[in-house]
T-cell receptor
Framework: AQSVTQLGSHVSVSEGALVLLRCNYSSSVPPYLFWYVQYPNQGLQLLLKYTSAATLVKGINGFEAEFKKSETSFHLTKPSAHMSDAAEYFCAVSHTGANSKLTFGKGITLSVRP | DAGVTQSPTHLIKTRGQQVTLRCSPISGHKSVSWYQQVLGQGPQFIFQYYEKEERGRGNFPDRFSARQFPNYSSELNVNALLLGDSALYLC?????????????FGPGTRLTVT
């Protein structure tokens, strides 16, 4: 079985500050990991994915995430927050197999203060 | 290229009724997955179809069913609606089946059951 834990439901940062959104996973097999962003009343947009190549993954809009097997973590970071980054962020895990099932965390709401 | 499209955008139904939601994948994508997102939670996997065959099923009752057509579009049916079925229903498409492939989400159908 696989699962994702996103600690805290809300993170607030000032514009220009570092963004750090935490994600820990549990998987009995090597995982594939994803970060998605959801703006109000919209679907999910893929930010980045880890599929066992480089452990540091760069995504869109200046986001990146580092896969740390020893810590079973895949935290999302951005050096400098922008007002437009305010949204809900979901970490998700899948694995090698016949299907594409994504297991999502509960999500973290990011607020950016001017 | 057009992204994943879903119809209708919003839907209001009464308890006990039946509903059909529709999804058209990105051109060239052969896999479609359905997710349910209850307010304040991450999406939950319902079904995945690939080449018209069911490849995965989540922990949902038999009132939920789906199918995929020869043009790779898909329908999700929910019978005997309950208040708890109120949610955003998301469709995602991917090139093929398997956990490593990105899934691209549509804007969702907001279902309200009264």
């Amino acid at each position: 079985a696989q699962s994702v834990t996103q600690l805290g439901s809300h993170v607030s940062v000032s514009e220009g500050a570092l963004v750090l959104l935490r994600c820990n996973y549990s998987s009995s097999v090597p995982p594939y990991l994803f970060w998605y962003v959801q703006y109000p009343n919209q679907g999910l947009q893929l930010l980045l994915k880890y599929t066992s190549a480089a452990t540091l993954v760069k995504g869109i809009n200046g986001f990146e995430a580092e896969f740390k097997k020893s810590e079973t973590s895949f935290h999302l970071t951005k050096p400098s927050a922008h007002m437009s980054d305010a949204a809900e962020y979901f970490c998700a895990v899948s694995h090698t197999g016949a299907n594409s099932k994504l297991t999502f965390g509960k999500g973290i709401t990011l607020s950016v203060r001017p | 290229d057009a992204g994943v499209t879903q119809s209708p955008t919003h839907l209001i139904k009464t308890r006990g009724q039946q509903v059909t939601l529709r999804c058209s994948p990105i051109s060239g994508h052969k896999s479609v997955s359905w997710y349910q997102q209850v307010l304040g939670q991450g999406p939950q996997f319902i079904f995945q179809y690939y080449e018209k065959e069911e490849r995965g099923r989540g922990n949902f009752p038999d009132r939920f069913s789906a199918r995929q057509f020869p043009n790779y579009s898909s329908e999700l049916n929910v019978n005997a609606l309950l208040l708890g079925d109120s949610a955003l229903y998301l469709c995602a498409s991917s090139l093929t089946s398997g956990g490593a492939y990105e899934q691209y989400f549509g804007p969702g159908t907001r279902l309200t059951v009264t």
